[in-house]
């Protein structure tokens, strides 16, 4: 947990976590000793949450309801970023094969926004609200480049450059040297970064001042050779796209 969590909100989803990792339901003292929390506190958030419509109990054991899922696909339906960029990763995903991601930074990380992955069994797989580093992915590498020089490196100064695999970057005048030559590219790759079998590759979409990167995700073996044909694609998709979006009148603060 980061300094800047509030309790109580995480601890509410690290419930709706657990039920999602446990798929049934359980008693008060699973939950509490599942996830760390005293079982009064753990108590007053189910209480809260029942009382809410967010969850029932089953014979004494507690569930979430699906007014989960209602909200959820309320809000989902109406972020307006989604809206307008799902239909680019759904024809990019048919185009070429592979899963397509839109990611964003947030703190020292990057997080997946949206994703959307083919039907191939082999493939790449991720999930949307899952987490990256920055130094060793592709997505990462393309959102720093989107940013101003100088809050590109207050942030490089903050990051650790954790190992993952060998091919992990473990020098930040190595990744500045990288970021150079792949912004000046037009798109970035990673080979094996942050696992070994997996490529990516990335390029940089600004909107409103704001970094994302445009990823597409693929089983190494599969995909090394088309590694730069798939760049060129994602670098032509993201100009083509920075003009309408950067024109269609900034969201409401």
């Given amino acids: ?15 709706l976590q657990f039920f999602a990792r446990t798929r049934e339901p359980a008693s008060l003292s699973q939950i509490a000793a599942s996830l760390g929390f005293p079982k009064s506190s753990c108590l007053a958030l189910l209480d809260t949450l029942e009382g809410d419509g967010y969850a029932h109990q089953i014979a004494g054991r507690y569930y979430l309801t699906r007014r989960w899922l209602h909200e959820a696909k309320i809000v989902s339906a109406h972020d307006p970023l989604i809206q307008l960029l799902h239909p680019t990763l759904e024809g990019l995903c048919k185009e070429l094969g592979e899963t397509v991601l839109l990611a964003q930074r947030t703190g020292e990380q990057l997080v997946y926004l949206d ?41 490089l100064a903050r990051i650790k450059l954790d190992r993952y695999t060998e091919n992990t970057i ?37 909107v409103f001042d704001t970094p994302y990167a445009l990823v597409v995700g693929a089983p190494l073996t599969r995909a090394r050779d088309q590694a730069d044909e798939i760049g060129r694609t994602l670098a032509r998709v993201c100009r083509d796209l920075s003009d309408p979006l950067n024109s269609s009148g900034r969201p409401q603060s």
């Fill in 170 to 206: 473990l020098s930040l005048k190595r990744l500045r040297s990288l970021l150079k030559e792949e912004t000046e590219r037009g798109w970035h790759i990673n080979f094996g970064e942050h696992q070994v079998d997996t490529l990516s590759v990335a390029a940089s979409l600004v």
């Fill in 1 to 15: 947990m980061s300094m800047n969590d509030v309790k109580s909100a995480k601890r509410v989803l690290d419930i």
């Fill in 115 to 155: 994703v959307v992955e083919p039907d191939s069994t082999v493939r790449f797989t991720a999930r949307v609200g899952q987490f990256k580093p920055l130094h060793c992915s592709a997505s990462g590498r393309a959102i720093l480049a989107g940013m101003p020089p100088d809050d590109r490196e207050r942030l």
